[in-house]
């Protein structure tokens, strides 16, 4: 623990930074997690020796980051530990609010399905010992954690259980919403948005990378996007079979039915439409109750 001292990465430590990120996404791009993984953590042995013992620097995103390269190179229990760090470092330096809206929150809960109450309680604990002292590393700070007692229990990620969930993401509560009722139903709900590492607009590599770990999957096609690419993947390369992918589109007061994008013709999956949200329940649990769970 250090004195209640924080700072903003210096202009040299920040370029550096940009620089060694913008070569870690190349090699994501190029599907060569492995690399961009030692990118980061080359980054982060970077940070931490500047940083000494005197001052700490925001380290969550290069936290994250690893655990991202972690989980598509599928060693999702190392993957964890980075995540973890990722949400310590958030609640540092955000309120409790915030550290809720962000990716290592979301996927330690809707990915990993560690409670609400032991995110929270972590949380807590953080912002309590800040009154004197803020944690100076995150690994170590994790450590002292758990061999107090504090818990943050997850369930061990197989494939057949992950389903991605896909869709507009302009329409991201809905989707939201999907994900909780999938988590409902003991599944994990797995969204490229929540592992993004590119910018908004191109999220297409992230989300295929991440289709191929999921053994089922939710599109809401009510507005075309991206998604349509990952449908035609999911069927057309039979990443799934085709009871493991429903298609969910609202109803509109003038047809039942939903128009299809010209990409979509060949997957022969009928769309199931909904007229209210209260109705996704139970589409949901439907749909996870007859999925194949031998892929």
């Known amino acids: 623990m250090i004195e209640n001292k924080q700072t903003d990465l210096s202009p040299e430590l920040h370029s550096l930074y940009r620089s060694r990120e913008q070569t870690a996404l190349s090699l994501i791009d190029k599907s060569d997690f492995s690399s961009a993984e030692q990118e980061y953590r080359t980054l982060l042995s970077e940070i931490l020796a500047t940083q000494g013992t005197a001052t700490r620097y925001h380290k969550g995103g290069v936290y994250h980051q690893i655990g991202y390269c972690l989980f598509l190179q599928k060693q999702t229990q190392d993957a964890l530990l980075y995540f973890e760090y990722a949400f310590i470092e958030d609640c540092i330096n955000v309120s409790g609010f915030e550290a809720k809206q962000l990716p290592?929150?979301?996927?330690?809960?809707?990915?990993?399905?560690?409670?609400?109450?032991?995110?929270?309680?972590?949380?807590?604990?953080?912002?309590?010992?800040?009154?004197?002292?803020?944690?100076?590393?995150?690994?170590?700070?994790?450590?002292?954690?758990?061999?107090?007692?504090?818990?943050l229990d997850s369930i061990?990620?197989?494939?057949?259980?992950?389903?991605?969930?896909?869709?507009?993401?302009?329409?991201?509560?809905?989707?939201?919403?999907?994900?909780?009722?999938?988590?409902?139903c003991e599944f994990s709900s797995i969204m490229a948005i929540d592992f993004e590492v590119t910018n908004e607009e191109d999220i297409y590599a992230d989300a295929m990378a991440l289709?191929?770990?999921?053994?089922?999957?939710?599109?809401?096609?009510t507005f075309d996007?991206?998604?349509?690419?990952?449908?035609?993947?999911?069927?057309?390369?039979?990443?799934?079979?085709?009871?493991?992918?429903?298609?969910?589109?609202?109803?509109?007061?003038?047809?039942?039915?939903?128009?299809?994008?010209?990409?979509?013709?060949?997957?022969?999956?009928?769309?199931?439409?909904?007229?209210?949200?209260?109705?996704?329940?139970e589409l949901v649990k439907s749909f996870l109750g007859k999925i194949r769970l031998d892929i």
């Open 104 to 151: 290592a929150y979301y996927n330690l809960y809707n990915v990993y399905r560690i409670s609400a109450k032991q995110l929270e309680d972590l949380l807590n604990r953080i912002k309590r010992d800040m009154y004197s002292n803020i944690p100076l590393d995150a690994q170590n700070y994790l450590k002292s954690y758990l061999d107090s007692g504090g818990k």
């Open 225 to 281: 996007a991206g998604h349509l690419m990952e449908i035609e993947r999911a069927i057309n390369s039979k990443l799934f079979p085709k009871e493991n992918v429903l298609l969910l589109f609202q109803k509109r007061r003038d047809t039942k039915d939903h128009y299809i994008s010209k990409m979509l013709l060949g997957v022969e999956i009928k769309p199931v439409g909904y007229a209210k949200i209260e109705e996704l329940p």
């Open 211 to 221: 289709l191929q770990d999921c053994g089922s999957a939710i599109f809401e096609i």
């Open 156 to 184: 061990a990620l197989i494939k057949r259980n992950n389903v991605f969930i896909g869709g507009n993401y302009k329409n991201i509560a809905l989707l939201r919403h999907i994900a909780d009722k999938v988590r409902e």
